[in-house]
Structure formats: C-alpha cells, structure tokens
C-alpha cells in the first residue's frame, strides 16, 4: 500500500509540474511577441510556432527519452528508478499533448497534408497508445508480460526516434517560413542534444564492462575458461545431463 501511494503521489506531482511548466512556456512564448502587424515577423503567429516547437522538443528531447534511458539501465542501480521513469513519462504526454493542441488550434494541421503534421499527429498516436499500455500493465510472471513489453518497448522506441526526424522536419519548416535570421544554432543545439542522448545510451550499455576492466580475468568471467552455456561445468560434462544410476545401467536425462 505504501508503495502504490508513493507512485500516486509522483503522478499527481509529475500532473502538476507538466501542466504548470508547459503552460509556463506558452505564456513566457506568447508574452515577447509583439503588437500583430502585416509583417508575420513582428506578429503573434510565429510565437505559438515557437511554443510547439520548443513543447515537442522539450517532450521528445528531454522528458520520454531520459525515462527511456532510466527504465533500461536504473532499474539495476537506482532503488526509485520506476517513480522517476513514471514522472517523466507523464511530463513527456503532457507538453507533447499541449504542442499537438497548438498546432491543431491554431495552425489548423488536420487539413494540413505535409509530412510533417501527418507523422507528429501519427507519433501522438504512439504516445497515447503508450499511456493506455501502461495502464493496463499485466504483472511479471504472467504470459502476457511478453507481448506487452514488446509492444511498449517498441511504440516508446519508435515515437523518440520518430520525433527526433520530425523536429528536425519541424526546424526546416520554421526556416523557411519565417525569416528571422539565421536559425543555424537551432539545427545545432538539436543535434547536440540527440548526440548527448546517443553517447549516454552507448556509455551506459557498457559501463559496467567500462568498470570491470581493472578486475581480474577470473573475478570478471569466472566462468570463461567453461564453454559458453555449461555454467561453469566442467567440459567433460555435458551442460543439461547428469549421470543417473539405474538397475539397467547408466543413462542421461
């Protein structure tokens, strides 16, 4: 019970911080825009363009992908792995929603054909299937655990990686739409931004190779001198028999 309330409490926490600071970058966005005028630069149209923007890469940039990197490799280290992963999961579906609805209100992109709107509406599509697949998580131990985790590892794969195109779609469009001077930064701190996330992911997957290589060979692989699969049996010992004594004789089971 105790722990159920725990993750109760994260959730409504997580609600509150997504909803206060999505909301925080909208009106921080839309309070620099000036007076409309017949120029679209100096009007209030670019700034919910820079609020969608800026809400998608924070949901795919920042929030989902980090929870992605804290379910693979904290669960092993960090006893609050989960409440973590959880937190910043919903944080992710909330500024990635309030940027869809940004771009649904105001930029009417259901009628919008480019490739751009059609796969951001597809990859939130993703994003809430992962909601509902996490509210109906089966327990581990149960056969359907599999399917499950499959499914959810690769629509949370996928909808990161997705986006990660779509925002770079997103900053072409911006360009070109908009001259506001050179936008070369944007391109750059993005791409910063996925190259940190990449290394993590590659780091992170061989630390603990990183870490044993001041140990010795034995207390590294104290099995390695074995065949692969024998568990540490002899060779002369085949890795699933034992020897079995019986009125008739020896055989293997």
Do not use: C
Not at 88 to 102: F, H, P, R
Not at 145 to 157: A, D, N, Q
Not at 172 to 192: I, N, P
Not at 225 to 240: D, I, R, V
């Amino acid at each position: 019970m105790g722990g159920a309330v725990l993750v109760n409490f994260f959730v409504v926490i997580a609600l509150l911080l997504g909803w206060f600071g999505a909301s925080a970058v909208v009106a921080q966005t839309l309070a620099s825009a000036p007076a409309p005028a017949e120029d679209p630069n100096e009007g209030p149209s670019i700034r919910w363009y820079q609020a969608h923007g800026w809400l998608l890469w924070l949901a795919f940039g920042v929030f989902f992908p980090v929870g992605i990197l804290l379910s693979r490799y904290g669960q092993y280290r960090l006893k609050w792995w989960f409440e973590a992963h959880l937190v910043l999961q919903i944080l992710g579906v909330i500024t990635s929603t309030i940027g869809v609805a940004i771009a649904l209100n105001k930029f009417d992109a259901l009628n919008d054909q480019m490739t751009h709107t059609k796969l951001g509406l597809a990859i939130m599509v993703l994003v809430w299937v992962q909601v509902v697949l996490s509210i109906i998580r089966p327990n581990r131990g149960q056969v359907s655990r599999v399917p499950w985790y499959f499914i959810h590892w690769l629509f949370g794969t996928a909808s990161v990686l997705l986006a990660w195109y779509n925002i770079f779609k997103g900053l072409d469009l911006y360009v070109e739409g908009w001259t506001v001077g050179s936008q070369k930064d944007l391109y750059v701190l993005f791409s910063l931004n996925v190259a940190i996330l990449g290394f993590a992911y590659l780091f992170l997957d061989r630390f603990n190779h990183l870490m044993n290589q001041a140990k010795e060979q034995n207390v590294v692989h104290p099995n390695a001198q074995y065949p692969l699969g024998t568990q540490g049996k002899p060779n002369n010992l085949q890795e699933s028999s034992v020897q079995v004594q019986s009125t008739n004789g020896t055989s293997n089971v």
